[in-house]
Every structure is written in C-alpha cells, then in structure tokens.
C-alpha cells in the first residue's frame, strides 16, 4: 500500500512539475486525457448551459404525450469527430434545424471556462458543420513551430496560431502584404523569419532597407537586388516596373489563343506558363516604408510621388507578372500623403504587431476587421513577436512568429545563396558582397576651447 501510495504521489509531482515547466509535455502525457474526460462528460450539461440546444422536434413530443412518457430533453449538436492534437483538441459538430454557427462562435468563451481548456477558436466547416479547436495551454508563451510544416512553392510557414496550427504566407492566395508594429515589437524578427523561409524557394528576393541596409544587407547573399537609401529605392522601383513589363509581354506572347487551344492552356500569368519559360517569381520587402514617403524639399517630394506611384503599379498590376509585395512600417496612414490609402488598398493581408495608439491599429484593420482593433491595443510589452493577422475576408487571428537571431537568417540566407536568380533588369543594384568589414575608428569629439 505504502508503494502505491508514493507512486501516486511521484505521479501527481511529476504531472504538476510538467505542468509549471513543460506545458506541452503535460499536455501530451496527461493533459489530453483529463481533457477528453471532461469534454465528453460534461458536454450535454455545458450545451444546455450556454444556450446551444433546441427543443426536440414535434412529432417526438406528440409520440410522448401519447406514449405517456417524459417529454423529450433539448438536443445538443451532435459530436462528429473528437481528435486530440499536439497543442489541444479538435471537436467537430453536426448542427441540429435552427442552429447557426454564430451561435456556437459567439460562446466560445464561455465553452472555454465550461471544457477547463486555455483557449477555444469556431469556424464553419460546411453548412451544418462547426469544428472547434481547443488548446489545452498557450502555445504562444512558448513558440515551437512542427518540425513537419507543409511548404509549398511560394507558400511558407511564418507563425504558430493561438489554436496551435501553422499560419503560413501564401502568395498566390493573397499577393501582397502589410506588416505594422511600434518600436521593439517583432517586426524585424517577422521579417528575418519570411525571409530564411523564401530563402530555399525558387525565388527572387528584390529588398529595399532605407535604415542604411542594416536589417536586410546581412543577408545579401540571397536577395538579387538591394537599395539602402531613397534614391536608390526609387530607381530599383522603376527597373521592377521594366521586368514586370517584360514578362507581361513573354505572357502574351505564349497565350496562343486559337479555336484548338483548352482553354487551361491559355496563359494568363507566369504560372500558366510552361516550366521552362516561366520567369522566376519576385518578392520585394519594403522596411520602414515611411522613408520613402516622407519628404522636406520639393525635389524629395518628386522623389516621393515617384517611388508611391511605382509601389502602387507594382501592387496593382505585379500579381499575374509574378511580382509580390512585403510592405512594412511603424505606421501607414493618410498623414504620409497621397496615393498611400491607394496602396493601402491593394494590401491584401494585414499583420499588426503591439502599437502605441488605437489610430494605429485602425489602419491595419479598420477597413477589413474592426474586431481586430481591440486585440491589437492589448499586445503586451513583454510579448514582442505577438501580432493579429487578417485579410479581407474579415477573419482575423492571433500570431506569434518564433525567434529568429539575425545569425539564423544569415546561415539560412548562405546555405542555398546558389539559388540567388539573376534578373537582367535589376543587374545593376545587385549587392555587391565586400569581404569581411575592417573596424572603423570613431573619432572622438574635440574637447572644448578653453578661454
């Protein structure tokens, strides 16, 4: 007895020591079963409570009278599928006549407090079907990304979700990007991370850093083409405008439109050319975009209206040429001038890291998820790489990116630098790779003159 009495009592340690200091270790050895012994007991009582029942159907109720028996309870949806997961757990729905998967959306709060679980996430699987996703502890205190993520061309994972799936930049779905966030909130380790992951994709990676080049010219290995000043950014610009005009006319002539032709076959942008003729795609990352359109002469403002106009081509008209934009600054609003909601606009995704006002989160968000608003202004301090990303569909979730050392994105970057495309119109602000940089003395100041 006193054998069974210490293994419990090393068993209840060890479950409370993993539980303080490895959170998905408990969850993988205890957590999921207590977990599903609470969700599977407790879930008639916990639909009934949250109102997500419905009167049992007419005819039941006439067959009761008649049988003289009790009257029927209110039904619960129906469990389709329980599946446990790495992170949580995944409870899909049948809803029964009269139900909405608002309904089931609106109370995930409350089913999180009922089930005892950190966290719980609704979306509609198809008519009539709910799945829920239940986290057993949060996933993004921590982050730990799956060693097996699915990667695709032109699609890469970025980010692990506060439901425990993989949030993933997919270029083809939604081209061009805008990621904002105050000082120290996980902006450039967003980026490091993208770029480390585009780096071993088929892909040309075209980088614009007015910070002198000290976030992107680290890793000039991979990219094909650099700027670190305005000036340079607005030429690099107008020689992207050239290549995406060169391979719109390749697209044209390839489309081969005749009566015998499927229309599958028929070309419309780079990927439905034929592999040895389709051009490599581009990703342009655009740092502290708020550079390039501030201005204090009149030469700075042609500058200005110049390198916006060729953003806001390249975001209109680059997605069929293969051409995708990474948009990033502290703040993007209407004080940065004209043509700036018109870029705005074209800025599909959104990702949104801590902010010092509301305004801010207003121009990531207020025109596609005000909802998203609020989860913005909350972002902790403490919690840099946490964001809120959304799209114009109007969904919206919370983000955090993994850590990524500049040193990472470096040996990422070297590893498959023989990927580097060359792209004959942007030959000439190819980085030029100097050897290793000699210490530079910083003269002191002068001491002052004595009278």
């Given amino acids: 007895?006193?054998?069974?009495?210490?293994?419990?009592?090393?068993?209840?340690?060890?479950?409370?020591?993993?539980?303080?200091?490895?959170?998905?270790?408990?969850?993988?050895?205890?957590?999921?079963?207590?977990?599903?012994?609470?969700?599977?007991?407790?879930?008639?009582?916990?639909?009934?409570?949250?109102?997500?029942?419905?009167?049992?159907?007419?005819?039941?109720?006439?067959?009761?009278?008649?049988?003289?028996?009790?009257?029927?309870?209110?039904?619960?949806?129906?469990?389709?599928?329980?599946?446990?997961?790495?992170?949580?757990?995944?409870?899909?729905?049948?809803?029964?006549?009269?139900?909405?998967?608002?309904?089931?959306?609106?109370?995930?709060?409350?089913?999180?407090?009922?089930?005892?679980?950190?966290?719980?996430?609704?979306?509609?699987?198809?008519?009539?079907?709910?799945?829920?996703?239940?986290?057993?502890?949060?996933?993004?205190?921590?982050?730990?990304?799956?060693?097996?993520?699915?990667?695709?061309?032109?699609?890469v994972p970025v980010a692990l979700r506060e439901d425990g799936g993989v949030h993933y930049r997919d270029y083809r779905t939604t081209p061009h990007a805008l990621t904002i966030g105050a000082t120290k909130s996980g902006k450039s380790v967003y980026q490091r991370n993208l770029v480390a992951e585009l780096a071993a994709q088929e892909v040309a990676l075209v980088g614009i850093d007015c910070k002198q080049g000290v976030e992107l010219f680290p890793l000039a290995r991979r990219f094909s083409a650099l700027a670190d000043n305005p000036d340079t950014a607005a030429d690099l610009l107008d020689a992207l405008i050239s290549h995406m005009e060169d391979v719109y006319q390749l697209i044209r002539s390839e489309q081969r439109i005749t009566a015998d032709t499927p229309d599958a076959d028929i070309a419309a942008d780079i990927w439905d050319l034929p592999d040895h003729l389709r051009p490599v795609p581009v990703v342009l990352l655009v740092d502290e975009v708020a550079e390039l359109a501030l201005f204090a002469t009149k030469d700075e403002e042609k500058r200005r209206d110049r390198i916006i106009t060729a953003l806001a081509r390249l975001a209109q008209l680059g997605r069929a040429a293969g051409i995708y934009l990474e948009i990033c600054g502290q703040r993007f609003g209407s004080e940065l001038g004209k043509g700036i909601t018109m870029l705005r606009a074209q800025l599909s995704v959104r990702t949104a890291h801590r902010v010092n006002d509301e305004t801010s989160a207003n121009m990531a968000f207020g025109d596609i998820a005000p909802d998203a608003v609020l989860a913005t202004v909350q972002i902790p301090v403490s919690a840099p790489g946490l964001a809120i990303t959304g799209d114009a569909s109007g969904g919206w979730s919370r983000i955090r990116t993994p850590h990524t050392s500049l040193r990472a994105a470096v040996d990422a970057c070297n590893k498959h630098a023989h990927l580097t495309p060359d792209l004959p119109a942007l030959d000439a602000f190819r980085p030029v790779l100097a050897s290793p940089a000699v210490p530079v003395a910083i003269p002191a100041p002068a001491a002052p003159a004595t009278p």
Avoid: K
């Avoid at 959170?23 to 009934?48: E, H, I, K, N, Q």
């Avoid at 159907?57 to 049988?67: E, G, H, V």
């Avoid at 949580?88 to 999180?112: E, K, N, T, Y």
């Avoid at 008519?127 to 205190?141: C, H």
């Fill in 1 to 155: 007895m006193r054998w069974l009495i210490a293994a419990v009592v090393l068993v209840a340690v060890l479950a409370g020591l993993l539980r303080w200091r490895r959170p998905a270790w408990y969850w993988l050895s205890f957590g999921v079963t207590f977990a599903t012994c609470r969700v599977l007991g407790r879930y008639r009582a916990v639909m009934d409570a949250c109102g997500l029942t419905v009167p049992p159907p007419r005819w039941r109720l006439a067959i009761a009278r008649m049988a003289n028996r009790p009257v029927p309870e209110p039904r619960a949806p129906r469990i389709l599928r329980l599946r446990p997961t790495r992170t949580g757990l995944v409870l899909r729905l049948g809803l029964r006549p009269g139900q909405d998967a608002f309904d089931v959306a609106a109370s995930c709060d409350r089913l999180r407090h009922s089930f005892g679980m950190f966290g719980v996430t609704s979306r509609e699987i198809r008519s009539g079907v709910v799945e829920l996703r239940m986290t057993g502890y949060d996933v993004l205190r921590r982050v730990q990304m799956p060693a097996r993520a699915e990667r695709s061309t032109m699609r």
